[in-house]
């Protein structure tokens, strides 16, 4: 069982910039895809970016692509997403989640049903 911690969210005005932090316990993290999800009130959860296990794959929503990026360190069991130039349209819960693909996969999941293991969310909101 994999239990996953969000921190890092809050209130930024538009242009600004936070970096998003998904701490992980209880399994061998290195096994795990990690994707990041938002949702918006009345809107379905989305993934924003997601991660491979290596590092060596990853994929961006096109509405973050070049703002955005995604990153994982496995010896601290840490996933981040540094979100620069955010936009009113970014305001949403962010959900961190794991993914036990095989280690070999070369494609991420992107459907939300894929993920194993989800965290609680941490409240991200822009102000225009």
């Known amino acids: 069982q994999v239990q996953l911690v969000e921190s890092g969210g809050g209130l930024v005005q538009a242009g600004g910039s936070l970096r998003l932090s998904c701490a992980a316990s209880?399994?061998?993290?290195?096994?795990?895809?990690m994707g990041w999800f938002r949702q918006a009130p009345g809107k379905e959860r989305e993934l924003v970016s997601a991660?491979?296990?290596?590092?060596?794959?990853?994929y961006y929503a096109n509405s973050v692509k070049g703002r955005f990026t995604i990153s994982r360190d496995n010896a601290k069991n840490m996933v981040y997403l540094q979100m620069n130039n955010l936009k009113p349209e970014d305001t949403a819960v962010y959900f961190c989640?794991?993914?036990?693909?095989?280690?070999?996969?070369?494609?991420?999941?992107?459907?939300?049903?894929?993920?194993?293991?989800w965290g609680q969310g941490t409240q991200v909101t822009v102000s225009s």
């Open positions: 989640a794991a993914d036990k693909r095989p280690l070999f996969a070369t494609t991420l999941n992107i459907s939300p049903n894929e993920y194993d293991y």
């Open positions: 209880g399994g061998t993290f290195s096994n795990y895809a």
């Open positions: 991660i491979s296990w290596s590092g060596a794959y990853t």
